[in-house]
């Protein structure tokens, strides 16, 4: 079945760092790729996402690049906020389905 | 104008209680979803159901009873509730055909304690 494996949290940066967060996933055929963020106390909205090979999501200054030979979706940004502070989640919708499976999340926390 | 709206936003309930929550959307979308989100963050899906019809039912127990009057409303039922059912569960919803990118709606979620 489809999985998806991100790195395990929490990450803890100074504003202005370099933030990367690893997702990788498992799948038949074609998913569509996705990155959602969940800040404190809220539900999740999708931050950006990908439908095909080798296209880049991009939203807010986070990107994501589909990339099928590695099997991988890994988020980065270039200088996080402390508002960036967050759980975000790696997930996949496979071509033929219509549920979105999620990877376990990554907490990240960005200090002043 | 909220999208999707799920009440009550927090649960406290005694194990063996039964309880629901709601969940309603105002997006037109065919299709709503309830996700179980554990303490450690972990989201699973639980049940889909498309235009009032079931379509995703995951490794639930029986305990739990999701129903949809129409398309808008999507409420989840919790029978004998015990302690591994705390938990923050969250309604979303999306479109189905053309209008269908893959994103979900979530709302805002619903704090399940169990004590």
């Known amino acids: 079945g489809n999985s998806v494996t991100q790195m395990e949290g929490p990450v803890t940066l100074s504003e202005e760092a370099f933030l990367t967060i690893n997702c990788t996933y498992t799948a038949t055929g074609y998913p569509s790729l996705f990155w959602y963020v969940q800040y404190p106390g809220e539900g999740l909205q999708l931050l950006l996402k990908a439908t095909k090979a080798d296209d880049k999501g991009s939203n807010k200054g986070f990107e994501a690049t589909y990339r099928k030979e590695t099997t991988s979706f890994h988020l980065e940004k270039g200088s996080v906020q402390v508002s960036d502070s967050a759980v975000y989640f790696c997930?996949?919708?496979?071509?033929?389905?219509?549920?979105?499976?999620f990877g376990g999340g990554t907490r990240v926390l960005v200090k002043p | 104008d909220t999208a999707v709206s799920q009440t009550p936003k927090y649960l406290v309930t005694q194990m063996g209680n039964d309880k629901s929550i709601k969940c309603e959307q105002n997006?037109?979308?065919?299709?709503m979803y309830w996700y179980k989100q554990d303490s450690k963050k972990f989201l699973k899906i639980m049940f889909s159901?498309?235009?009032?019809?079931?379509?995703i039912n995951e490794t639930v127990p029986n305990r739990f009873s999701p129903k949809s009057p129409d398309k808008a409303h999507l409420n989840l039922h919790i029978n004998s509730l015990e302690l591994g059912d705390s938990a923050v569960y969250f309604c979303?919803?999306?479109?189905?055909?053309?209008?269908?990118?893959?994103?979900?709606?979530f709302g805002e979620g619903s704090r399940l304690t169990v004590l």
């Open positions: 997006l037109g979308h065919d299709t």
């Open positions: 979303a919803s999306s479109p189905t055909g053309t209008g269908n990118t893959g994103e979900l709606f």
């Open positions: 159901y498309n235009n009032k019809e079931l379509i």
């Open positions: 997930a996949l919708r496979s071509a033929a389905g219509n549920k979105l499976t």
